[in-house]
Structures are given as C-alpha cells and as structure tokens.
DNA sequence: ATTTAATTCGTAATCATTATTATTTACAAA
DNA sequence: TTTGTAAATAATAATGATTACGAATTAAAT
C-alpha cells in the first residue's frame, strides 16, 4: 500500500488530511518492521517537536481500525507495521533484533479440531527468532 | 502437578518454602484458567493483607522461570497459569470472559516451511474466544 | 541458638497508555 | 475569500501495570 492510496481511504471516510497523519503513514509506508508507538513518536518529533501521545495513538488505532496497519504486542509495548492486506490473511516471523517480518502463508486454524461448541473469534501465530542479517 | 511437586522442586534448586509462596501455588494448582496478576494479589491478601506487588511479581516470575507457571499476555496485562508440562509441548484455547483454557495438541510449527537462514527462537499460537460456558 | 542469605514489606519510581480541556486546523459551503 | 463547524492536535494530567529499593523479617543450615 502506497502513501496515497492510504489517505484516499481515509478521506473517503470523512477522516482528514493532516500533516501528523501523513508523516506518521509515510514511516509505515518506507518499511515492513513492526515499530512500537514510542519509537513513532521519536520519528514524527523531528519534523513535529510538539506532536503529543494522544496523536501518535489516536491515528496508530485509527489506522489499525481502518486495516492500513497491523498492530500485534511484543514484550509488553503495542508494535504496528502497515497491513499486508493484498495477499489475504496470513501470519508472521518477527525478527526480534531488527524487528522485520516475513511472512508465513500458512494458518493454523485450518488444521485445529476439537473446538466444537466453542465461539472462536480471534488466534494469533507468530514465531519469534532472528533474520538471517540478525543472526 | 500438585502443591508438594512444585515446592519439592523449589526446594532442590535452594529456593525457601514461604507462607506466600505456598499460597500463591494453591491457588494455581486449584484451578486450570490464566489468572492476572492483581487478581493474584487480591486472593493472597486475604490470608496476608500486607502482601506487596514485589512479592506476587517475583515469585510468579520465578515459577514460570523453573516452568511450574506458564505465562501469556492478555488485553495488556500478564496472566499466569499452572504449566501442563506433563503431556508435552502444546497450545490454547483461552476464553476471554473466564480465562479458562482448552488444550490444542497440534503445533503449527511443524507444518511451517520457508524459514530457511531464519534462527528460530520462539513460537506464539493461541485461540481467542468464549468456552461452552460462557457463549 | 546463631548465622546467613533469601525473602518480604512498604513505598516510591517508572513506563506505557489513556483521558481531558482548550486551542487550532482542514475543508466545505456561502 | 471568508466563515462555520466538526475533526484534530497540543499540552498536560491521570491511570494502571510493572519494577525497583532499602530496611526489616524469616527459613533453614550449622
């Protein structure tokens, strides 16, 4: 997904156009990392030395709302990265130096029985470990 | 395992048997759900009020270290269970309303292809949903 | 009973996240 | 272009989970 696509979809729906949410959608936009919200916020500081948390959350939990990003919870701290939307559900191996992905085609909720009279509504797969630059 | 395994295996690695951490076993051993921390320092407050956050934290850390406890993040905040180390390496359902868990025998890892270079050190898979009980 | 290291208590600090309120801004319509 | 208005932001403050720390207590070995 690129820059302007993100921000098409969201001016469809109503949501505008603001600086903040256009640097914060071009970090996602430069790299496929899990980042974690502080380290957002480091990087929109440079270009926005007063930009609070309440923006950086605001718009990394709109965007998650809107599918643009992925969140997931690595050691405790919220992490995003922009959604892999076009290649349809799948799941991830997370660097756990550089924090990169890859992704992993396979889900496992395909194989699981046993489940019957349960009401699932949500799994998560991912594998932890270092890339191949990492280790 | 039952309360006197656990402590016996305290025991041989020089850890002491206390009234708190004694405690803190029982309830474990009492019943199969993902309990939240504070909600582990509620229940061990009704024998001893003066209990301290440190307390609860550091002995639930070092049961998960000596893997009598296992350990997973829910909404935000850690949640401990008596490990099932007994039949071998699995997974979970966890219900979200009661915490109870059902076990998922197949690990998707074993299906997972692709990660040729990576150094795998680690693998999440949960199921997320609401137990016959509570649906 | 004495000793000693482990453990706990009581409290404060830290860190991520959420909430609040006043101000500013995007943008559509006049 | 100006104006109206809802959305968005900034600048805190508040919350809630977790971690840290010094002093006091305790388990258990000798």
Redesign the pocket.
Known sequence: MNLETALDRL?EK????????ERILEIFVKQDHYI???DILKKIQQD?P??????I???L?LLTEEEILEATELG???HFRLGCGTHGHHHHFICTTCGKTKSIEFCPMDKVQGLNGYDIENHKFEIYGKCPQCS
């Open positions: 001016k109503g949501y505008k156009r603001t600086k903040q949410r974690a919200a502080k926005f007063g930009v609070s948390y309440d923006t959350y605001r718009n939990y405790g701290e919220k």
